[in-house]
């Protein structure tokens, strides 16, 4: 019961202290977040390429001179492969039973382990 009452007084406090806009609807999910890797293929191979080219380099210099103290090389910008059709097709399965799509009413994203809220939106019909 404690609970309840201190979330939804944190909720007041943070819709008090951002906006006098009312809330027309909003809906409760708790859920914990899962990390997940769309293209897992991709992403192996840019750590491995971009690792090995570095420490190869590094290395050769750290031999050809003992007695110099050489910086460790500063990582670049990676810039990793399109994905095949087999990948994409798998990564959009993963999107579709994974993702939840809100498109109407207020969502708030908080992570509860450090008291902090991530993101809010409202979502508002624009008369055109």
């Given at each position: 019961m404690k609970?309840?009452?201190r979330d939804s007084g944190q909720d007041?406090?943070?819709q008090t202290s951002i906006s006098t806009l009312t809330v027309s609807s909003a809906s409760r999910i708790s859920a914990?977040?899962?990390?997940?890797?769309?293209?897992?293929?991709i992403s192996k191979d840019v750590v491995k390429v971009n690792r090995s080219e570095r420490d190869k380099r590094y290395n050769e210099e750290v031999r050809k001179n003992p007695d110099k103290q050489i910086q460790k090389p500063i990582p670049q910008p990676i810039i990793p492969r399109?994905?095949?059709e087999e990948e994409q097709s798998l990564a959009q399965t993963q999107v579709k039973g994974n993702f939840i799509n809100r498109s109407h009413g207020y969502?708030?994203?908080?992570?509860?382990?450090?008291?902090?809220?991530?993101?809010v939106a409202e979502f508002l019909?624009?008369?055109?």
């Open positions: 609970a309840r009452k007041h406090e943070f914990k977040f899962k990390k997940i890797e769309l293209f897992p293929e399109a994905p095949t969502v708030k994203v908080f992570n509860a382990k450090a008291y902090q809220v991530i993101c019909k624009i008369l055109t």
